[in-house]
């Protein structure tokens, strides 16, 4: 009998420069047998003078530059939609290759020009107050897709502006997308790259514990925890992570954070009329993040189409700050920016492939 001959196709897979730290490219590229430096010569053609393809990268041997295009990619991401708020905010919705889109946002501020980006297209964790959890959850995003927000918005600027501030805090949970955002935060702050300092870069969690205390030990960035209440009841019913996750194991994980010197933890506390903005909420808050080098952010609630809950009256909104500051505390309130564009903390959406669909059918 005779047996039909099998063909063996090559599968090969492109790889993407901007999915690949420093470390990685330089493995990458040492099987084309280059040397180490050659990667960081890479790094700085994407990132710094920022081209778009291998032959413009002018201090690589032609022959390197030609077996590079036959191996690899350097991907972009397109903004289908930019929305420019009365405060300056500007919103970008990116499309992605999947179909999904995702939304990251440009805040200028005084001296600062901070960018806030997405780490899933969607999210898992369901907060009842939060526009992103209530669309559900799609997927992660790649190393890639996180770093290009930054690519695409700072082409966008003007040629003297630069970033100066990455939140992770647009869609999505970045702990539950653990390892590709900690490459992309070692891309972010790569010297011969983006080269931004930990300082400036800051992520905020629902409060993943066991990701909490990685970051902590992988990376000395920011972290912003999202508080949002002071009793286990009303944090469960506000973020069902809270089960998982009790305030107890919360403020425990807190406590044993690898802070650097000089930094503080951020919470993050949304005031939601008659739910969470008590004054025994405020003596509650001050008891449970006693001893923790911090600073809390209170963030009046952002109503949104459809949502139960209401912002508080600014005397209430004082009154709660007041206490916190006259025990010590640096409570800031963080009135949102963009929110004539839904831009405005737990306003993005993106729009997913699933409602597309919905929608066609
Ligand atoms: N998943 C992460 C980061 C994205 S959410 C987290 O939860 O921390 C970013 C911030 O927006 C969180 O602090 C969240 O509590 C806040 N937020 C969500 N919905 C909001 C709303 N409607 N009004 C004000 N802040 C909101
Ligand atoms: Fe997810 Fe954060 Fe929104 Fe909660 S607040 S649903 S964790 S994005």
Redo the contacts with the bound molecule.
């Keep these: 009998m005779q047996y039909a001959p099998t063909v063996y196709a090559a599968r090969f897979i492109m790889v993407d420069i901007k999915n690949l730290t420093v470390e990685e490219l330089s493995a990458f590229i040492a099987h084309l047998g280059k040397e180490k430096f050659r990667a960081s010569q890479i790094i700085k053609w994407v990132y710094q003078k920022r081209v778009r393809s291998f032959d413009d990268m002018t201090n690589l041997a032609k022959d390197f530059r030609e077996a590079l295009k036959g191996i690899a990619f350097i991907s972009t991401i397109q903004a289908t939609k930019v929305e420019v708020s009365k405060d300056g905010t500007k919103k970008y919705l990116f499309h992605l290759k999947d179909g999904n889109s995702i939304e990251s946002v440009l805040i200028p501020d005084e001296d600062r020009l901070t960018l806030c980006i997405s780490?899933q297209v969607g999210?898992p964790?369901d907060?009842g107050?939060?526009?992103?959890?209530s669309g559900g959850f799609v997927r992660n995003l790649d190393t890639s897709e996180i770093i290009n927000q930054i690519c695409a918005v700072q082409d966008d600027l003007p040629e003297e502006a630069q970033l100066t501030n990455i939140v992770?805090?647009?869609?999505?949970?970045?702990l539950l997308n653990y390892d590709n955002v900690l490459k992309a935060i070692k891309i972010m702050i790569y010297g011969e790259g983006m080269s931004f300092s930990t300082r400036k870069i800051t992520v905020?969690?629902?409060?993943i514990v066991p990701e909490m205390l990685r970051l902590g030990s992988d990376t000395n960035v920011n972290l912003?925890?999202?508080l949002?209440a002071t009793t286990d009841e009303v944090r469960t019913r506000l973020?069902p992570v809270n089960k998982k996750y009790p305030l107890n194991k919360l403020l425990s994980a807190c406590r044993e954070y690898p802070l650097p010197p000089r930094r503080r933890i951020t919470f993050?506390y949304?005031l939601i009329k008659g739910i969470n903005d008590s004054l025994e909420d405020a003596r509650r808050l001050a008891r449970l993040v006693k001893g923790i080098p911090c600073k809390i952010n209170l963030?009046?609630?952002?109503?949104?189409a459809g949502?139960e809950?209401r912002r508080p009256s600014d005397e209430a909104i004082r009154a709660f700050q007041e206490i916190l500051q006259n025990v010590g505390y640096t409570a800031l309130l963080r009135t949102?920016k963009g929110l004539d564009i839904s831009a405005?903390?737990?306003?993005l959406r993106g729009k997913l492939l699933k409602d597309l669909h919905h929608k066609e059918h």
């Design positions: 780490s999210c964790l907060c107050f939060c526009m992103t959890g992770l805090m647009g869609m999505g949970e970045p905020s969690t629902s409060g912003a925890v999202s949002n973020m993050e949304i963030i009046p609630y952002n109503e949104h949502s809950f949102s405005a903390c737990g306003q």
